[in-house]
């Protein structure tokens, strides 16, 4: 189950770090959402940056998965 939910998406997005490859297609797809951190790693800036369905849609252009989002119900994606 998710811990605190974001005020307006009502969701919870985790960068898997170690699966992480920096490839940067969260960011493209996102940006306002996500951003690579100075070790080439997403990091999420902003939960509530985008719709929720573009949230998803960057962690489904996720090459390795690396990205999960929840909402009150569980798991969105993957």
């Given at each position: 189950?998710?811990?605190?939910?974001?005020?307006?998406?009502?969701?919870?997005?985790?960068?898997?770090?170690?699966?992480?490859?920096?490839?940067?297609?969260?960011?493209?797809?996102?940006?306002?959402?996500?951003?690579?951190?100075?070790?080439?790693?997403?990091?999420?800036?902003?939960?509530?940056?985008?719709?929720?369905?573009?949230v998803?849609?960057?962690?489904?252009?996720?090459?390795?998965?690396?990205?999960?989002?929840?909402?009150?119900?569980?798991?969105?994606?993957?």
């Open positions: 189950m998710p811990g605190e939910l974001s005020p307006e998406n009502r969701i919870r997005i985790e960068v898997d770090r170690a699966l992480c490859i920096g490839s940067g297609d969260c960011v493209d797809t996102a940006p306002e959402v996500f951003e690579l951190d100075a070790e080439d790693k997403a990091r999420v800036i902003d939960p509530d940056g985008a719709p929720t369905d573009v998803i849609e960057a962690a489904g252009n996720c090459p390795v998965t690396a990205i999960f989002v929840y909402d009150e119900s569980g798991d969105l994606y993957p």
